[in-house]
């Protein structure tokens, strides 16, 4: 069994950075890639990052490609999300995932993190 914890979310001026972190535990997490999608309302889930259980290879989504970086911690297992230049379109919950190498879903979800930016 996999737990997600996200923290990290708030209400941030445009153009402003946040710092979004994804805790996680279970026996065997470290094999796991992980993502973080988000979900404005009345939209559908975007994806937004993912990084290989290695960390060696990372993707971003269109939307957010030089602005959002994608990290983890293999010691603390966590997986952290930096977001620089923050528009109000970035506004929405943001939840991090994670799916075991070689299956397309992901199977765990942790619980979401509000994000907030104001113009």
């Known amino acids: 069994q996999v737990q997600l914890v996200e923290s990290g979310g708030g209400l941030v001026q445009a153009g402003g950075s946040l710092r979004l972190s994804c805790a996680a535990s279970?026996?065997?997490?470290?094999?796991?890639?992980m993502g973080w999608f988000r979900q404005a309302p009345g939209k559908e889930r975007e994806f937004v990052a993912a990084?290989?259980?290695?960390?060696?290879?990372?993707s971003y989504g269109d939307s957010v490609k030089g602005r959002f970086t994608i990290s983890k911690d293999k010691v603390k297992i966590t997986v952290y999300l930096e977001m620089n230049s923050l528009k109000p379109e970035d506004t929405a919950v943001y939840y991090c995932?994670?799916?075991?190498?070689?299956?397309?879903?992901?199977?765990?979800w942790g619980q979401g993190t509000q994000v907030t930016v104001s113009s």
């Open positions: 279970g026996r065997t997490i470290n094999m796991y890639n």
């Open positions: 990084i290989t259980w290695s960390g060696l290879s990372t």
């Open positions: 995932a994670a799916r075991l190498g070689g299956q397309s879903n992901y199977k765990y």
